[in-house]
């Protein structure tokens, strides 16, 4: 058969095929549809929701105060590293409860325990308040900062356990992705104000 009696005889959709390659674009529907399971479980596992974002801080937080208690003095590594810690860990409280808080105060069954969170987290403000006005040279501030360390670090560890845990009850799986990124930009702001 003559090569051009060939392709006269493509069927249609090869001829669509043809097309939409010339144009770069994908295969009509009927071509190749797949969809394997595999992928779209990876494409769910890539999108990060606001449980995962929050142990993110939680992880940068422990991190940042490990290395404040190896500090000393009125040094300027422990100058720099509170400058980095303080607004982080504010902004973080406040972006938490503009967006995961927010919708636990909102349903009755995860309430009491939101409120138990919000609490805390006006202790720990009090407590880096009294911080940023102490002198960094004397022994009490590194005291006073062992004690937030080890509240935040009881905070963190509820939150990761307790909180989440009643979250999940009350929350969508698809808000809890959609909360990321109303934190992301209220936990910015709140930098921005700070800084
Ligand atoms: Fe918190
Ligand atoms: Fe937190």
Known sequence: ???????????????????????????????????????FNERQENIMNIYQRI????????????????????????????AQF??????????EEQTLYAELLE?????EQARHSVHEHKEADDLIKELDEMDM????????????????EHHMKEEENDVFEI???VISNDLANDLVDKFEKRKSSEISEVA
């Open 107 to 111: 349903a009755q069954k995860s309430q």
């Open 137 to 152: 040279s004397s022994g009490g501030w590194i005291q006073k900062f062992e004690k937030l360390k080890e509240e935040l």
């Open 167 to 169: 979250a999940k009850k």
């Open 1 to 39: 058969m003559p090569v051009a009696d060939q392709d006269t005889a493509l069927p249609e959709w090869t001829d669509i095929q043809k097309k939409n390659n010339a144009k770069n674009t994908r295969e009509p529907f009927p071509l190749r549809v797949r969809w394997p399971s595999e992928t």
């Open 55 to 82: 142990v993110q801080d939680h992880d940068k937080h422990r991190e940042l105060a490990s290395r404040i208690m190896k500090t000393e003095g009125n040094s300027d590594e422990r100058n720099e590293l509170w």
């Open 86 to 95: 303080k607004p982080e860990a504010t902004a973080h409280a406040n972006a």
